[in-house]
């Protein structure tokens, strides 16, 4: 069983920038797609950047071009560069080890303020 964690998630004003990492632990993620995700309180956790086992990324249309998803198999981490944040993406960030044996790590918080 795949153990994920996340950091890097805090209190930012309008226009800042945060980097998230989400470390694995228990077992490789070398072979697997990975996903951020964020939810809002009373919302549907929706998808926000996915990156495959050799690199190919997919954005969610709101963050295209602001965000970069991206991971280090040898330190079995994944990472969400989040710049020109906008109130809109407060949430509550998690990571995902896609497929039928899927693992969440617990979420951390990203508040960003007018």
């Known amino acids: 069983q795949v153990q994920l964690v996340e950091s890097g998630g805090g209190e930012v004003q309008a226009g800042g920038s945060l980097k998230l990492s989400c470390a694995a632990s228990?077992?490789?993620?070398?072979?697997?797609?990975m996903g951020w995700y964020r939810q809002v309180p009373g919302k549907q956790r929706e998808l926000v950047a996915t990156?495959?086992?050799?690199?190919?990324?997919n954005y969610a249309d709101s963050v295209k071009g602001r965000f970069t998803i991206s991971r280090d198999n040898a330190k079995n981490t994944l990472y969400l560069q989040m710049n020109s944040l906008k109130p809109e993406d407060t949430a509550v960030y998690y990571c995902?080890?896609?497929?039928?044996?899927?693992?969440w790590g617990q979420g951390t918080q990203v508040t960003v303020s007018s």
């Open positions: 995902k080890k896609l497929g039928p044996y899927e693992a």
């Open positions: 990156i495959g086992s050799v690199g190919v990324t």
């Open positions: 228990g077992s490789t993620i070398r072979y697997n797609t």
